[in-house]
């Protein structure tokens, strides 16, 4: 079937440390997204990839940091920088064309030892 | 300002009983509404896209409809397995902008 992968499902940082959420897709998508969903409030864009090895800031880019070297992948960087990187991250992915659907990933929990 | 708002914040229905939740729009150049599902600590699974105003899209128990200023979407004898939160977004007109609310959280009790 295809999908979003994402993972791990929970993840705990330390101060100072940078972690890694893997996000992977097989639904042939070009364009692939990340969100950070925070209780309360609509999901926040953080990057999004409109292609390969290209990728934009969203509207909370700090403290985060993406690469897009193969279509199917576009893992997200969570830094030391981001002072409150507690949330509930979700990947999207959808066809690179005006009006079409996200199709989002189950999630990785990130939370502070 | 661009802002779409979802209302109620949280509704209970209980089984059988028919309702609408409301998503209101303030922006230009409308592309698309999506009504998205969210059960607790998965992501959303998309429901419906609607493009223009007066469309309506269906699915057993739900259906969405789209008006220039917000959108509904009704539940027909909701059943438990309704229960979630359900998401309003909006595509505007930036490339691959989308705008979401903060959602409704259904409940339905049996």
């Known amino acids: 079937d295809g999908g979003i992968t994402q993972s791990p499902k929970y993840l705990f940082r330390k101060e100072g440390q940078n972690v890694t959420l893997s996000c992977e897709q097989n639904?042939?998508?070009?364009?692939m997204y990340w969100y950070r969903q925070d209780p309360g409030q609509g999901l926040r864009l953080i990057y999004y990839s409109q292609i390969v090895n290209d990728f934009q800031k969203g509207d909370i880019a700090e403290g985060y940091s993406v690469s897009r070297e193969k279509k199917e992948s576009f893992p997200l960087t969570v830094t030391s920088a981001q002072k409150n990187p507690t949330a509930f991250y979700l990947c999207?992915?959808?066809?690179?064309?005006?009006?079409?659907?996200?199709?989002f990933g189950d999630g990785t929990r990130l939370s502070i030892l | 300002e661009d802002q779409v708002t979802q209302s109620p914040e949280a509704l209970r229905l209980q089984e059988g009983e028919s309702s609408s939740l409301n998503c209101s729009y303030t922006?230009?150049?409308?592309?698309?509404l999506f009504w998205y599902r969210q059960d607790p600590g998965k992501g959303p699974e998309f429901l419906f896209t609607?493009?223009?105003a007066g469309e309506e899209k269906e699915k057993e128990r739900l259906k969405a409809t789209l008006t220039k200023k917000e959108s509904f979407l009704h539940i027909t004898a909701p059943k438990p397995e309704d229960s979630a939160t359900y998401l309003c977004a909006v595509h505007m007109g930036g490339y691959q902008k989308v705008t979401f609310g903060t959602g409704t959280k259904l409940q339905v009790i049996p």
């Open positions: 609607l493009y223009s």
């Open positions: 999207a992915s959808s066809i690179e064309r005006y009006n079409q659907p996200q199709h």
């Open positions: 639904l042939n998508h070009d364009a």
């Open positions: 922006v230009s150049g409308l592309r698309g």
